[in-house]
């Protein structure tokens, strides 16, 4: 008796289940699966708009063909995205875990620095940060600034450069870092939610083991590489996931594909472009997820 | 003598000893560098974030003039509200604001309820091949927009659910465009912007409260809907609020999708996106375009901003009992 009850609870609940996600199901099918399939038939066809809406003509492989060989920007732009992401999610990572450490701790003024850390969740994204770069004021005052303070304090990255070049670090390294103090702004602004991720983890860490290592006389320093960043491990994994489709997101490429099909409105050659750009996009996360996933550390 | 000086020098020891284990000197230096470095890091992160938001605000209030006067770094000397009256009447700011708040806070409210149910439905009533179809809500995640975007946008050009309008009218379907249903529609169907990450975000926390909590309600003779509307939903709050938050603040910034649907419509990202053609027709001089495009960002920022002010307490809060985590 007792168990056909729990059965029917189960059936229920798978019931209510299917109930539940099928507004999703619905516009998976509407506005995913079928859109998906149609780009697929446009990437290979000729588009045309007419007034009882549009005509498609099979053309094979040439609208990929035409934007790898004969398109001047796609492959240009394509390389450009790449290298940028492969250069800002090392570091994103890298500063989004340092700051949530950082925020985890307790000290005057908690509140405030972290409503001033997540202000770039809010703040930096879409149109804006796209007028910021295009501002020619911004600029023209950022360069002044620069060159105040390279007259004035002598601290700027240009001195240290040479300084660390003669102190014989790789020159690869000492550039790499240079680059990333330059644009700083970017990655501080763009980390704000693998900030939060990392933070709501380290606040899920049982305090239980801080306080048997400290007993055990493990520093700060010993607890934080062999207790939080073991743990925080599976979420390096979703922030670096996270990070790549971010960058990828909204750059040259997208906007290079979005001007193909609603400038020359070329829909055929855009929606090729776009398949090649997911099929990368793919492919990079496919090969980081393996390399980080084979050392992620699972509590339970 | 000699035998002396051993047995002083181990009482010495002893107390340097118990000198250092009461006040703990190295200890203390340590701590107290470390809150200096700590500070130093904080506040340089911060200010990377303020300073161009308070810069923002010191061109504001300039005049013209002002910009290239190098005398002049915060306080402007000629203090004018010209450039915001001008902004507001280049944005037609209170029309596009209103026009924006309608389209925001509708797909976070109608995303907030899919996403919610979503979210539930994956994390507790699990169904045969549930674990295949969140692998699908994770692809929807991966996938660019930009692969979807031009049938999507024909599918609203031509708006027809699985071709049954077409059946009864004959008609090629009905243009959505410049409206807010391909907003409202993909909100309500969870297909809006990074509505995968809500879905994942509430999954993750359906699953970390206590299983006692529906089972209590069960054994009361609840059902599953009456549970989950007065069990779990109460308790999912700071869940909802971060997803609203996101959602709303991600769709008022959003310029991809509204210049996409609506690209001849009074709203925020468009008018923004036309000011600087708009105004190089008016006056062509790059510092005064400048002036104006940067009010104009602060203007169309304000609101989210003053809406951050006060909800950042919460929110803030909220995320330690979030639990974005698995």
């Known amino acids: ?300 | 003598m000699k035998a002396a000086t051993p047995n002083r020098g181990a009482s010495a020891a002893a107390t340097v000893r118990e000198w250092n284990s009461t006040y703990r000197p190295v200890d203390k230096v340590k701590n107290v560098l470390w809150v200096i470095a700590r500070s130093f890091l904080l506040f340089g992160i911060c200010f990377i974030i303020i300073y161009p938001i308070l810069s923002k605000l010191s061109i504001a209030f300039k005049d013209r003039g002002d910009i290239f006067d190098s005398t002049i770094v915060w306080i402007p000397r000629h203090f004018t509200m010209d450039n915001i009256y001008k902004a507001i009447e280049l944005l037609d700011y209170f029309e596009a604001v209103t026009n924006t708040f309608i389209l925001s806070a509708g797909t976070a409210v109608l995303q907030v309820i899919s996403c919610a149910l979503a979210g539930y439905g994956f994390a507790r009533l699990k169904f045969k091949g549930s674990g295949i179809v969140f692998a699908l809500v994770v692809f929807t995640i991966v996938i660019p927009p930009q692969t979807i975007m031009a049938p999507t946008y024909l599918h609203f050009r031509f708006f027809d659910v699985f071709g049954l309008y077409g059946l009864f009218t004959g008609k090629p379907g009905v243009n959505l465009l410049e409206s807010y249903w391909p907003f409202f529609i993909s909100s309500a169907t969870a297909m809006g912007m990074k509505n995968g990450l809500y879905i994942y975000i509430f999954r993750q926390f359906f699953r970390g409260l206590p299983k006692e909590l529906e089972e209590a309600a069960y054994v009361d003779g609840a059902g599953i809907l009456k549970s989950f509307f007065k069990v779990m939903l109460p308790n999912a709050i700071p869940a909802m609020a971060t997803v609203a938050l996101f959602s709303f603040v991600w769709q008022w910034n959003d310029d991809y999708f509204t210049n996409l649907y609506m690209a001849n419509s009074v709203v925020l990202s468009k008018m923004l996106y036309i000011l600087p053609s708009n105004l190089l027709a008016i006056r062509d001089e790059y510092s005064y375009v400048s002036l104006l495009i940067n009010t104009a960002t602060l203007l169309a920022i304000a609101p989210i901003f003053l809406l951050y002010l006060f909800a950042q307490r919460y929110f803030v809060e909220s995320v330690e009992r979030t639990g974005l985590v698995g």
């Open chain 1, 1 to 300: 008796m007792a168990k056909k009850r729990l059965l029917s609870l189960e059936r229920k609940k798978s019931v209510y289940g299917v109930l539940f996600i099928s507004p999703w199901i619905i516009g998976f099918l509407l506005l995913m699966a079928v859109p998906l399939y149609q780009s697929i038939r446009f990437s290979f066809s000729e588009l045309t708009i007419n007034a009882s809406g549009y005509s498609l003509e099979y053309v094979g492989w040439a609208n990929f063909n035409k934007a790898f060989f004969v398109d001047t920007w796609f492959n240009r732009s394509l390389t450009e995205a790449v290298t940028k992401m492969l250069l800002n999610v090392p570091l994103i990572i890298f500063f989004s875990l340092f700051t949530a450490t950082l925020l985890s701790q307790k000290f005057r003024g908690r509140m405030l620095t972290r409503s001033i850390i997540f202000l770039p969740v809010v703040m930096a994204s879409g149109v804006i940060a796209g007028l910021d770069g295009s501002n020619y004021l911004a600029s023209m005052m950022g360069e002044a600034a620069n060159d105040m303070e390279g007259n004035y304090t002598g601290l700027s990255g240009f001195d240290l450069i040479p300084f660390l070049l003669d102190a014989g670090m790789s020159r690869s390294i000492v550039f790499y870092f240079a680059e990333a103090v330059d644009r700083i702004y970017q990655i501080v602004t763009s980390s704000g939610v693998q900030i939060l991720i990392f933070l709501a983890g380290i606040q899920s860490i049982s305090p239980s083991l801080y306080e048997a290592s400290k007993m055990e006389g493990a520093t700060g320093y010993e607890s934080f590489w062999k207790i939080t960043f073991p743990m925080m491990t599976p979420l390096i994994l979703t922030n670096t996931v996270y990070s790549i489709v971010d960058s990828f997101y909204k750059n040259n490429v997208t906007n290079y594909i979005k001007d193909i099909a609603f400038r020359q409105l070329n829909f055929g050659l855009s929606s090729a472009m776009s398949w090649a750009y997911f099929v990368l996009i793919s492919i990079i996360l496919l090969i980081s997820t393996t390399i980080i996933s084979k050392r992620v550390f699972y509590y339970d």
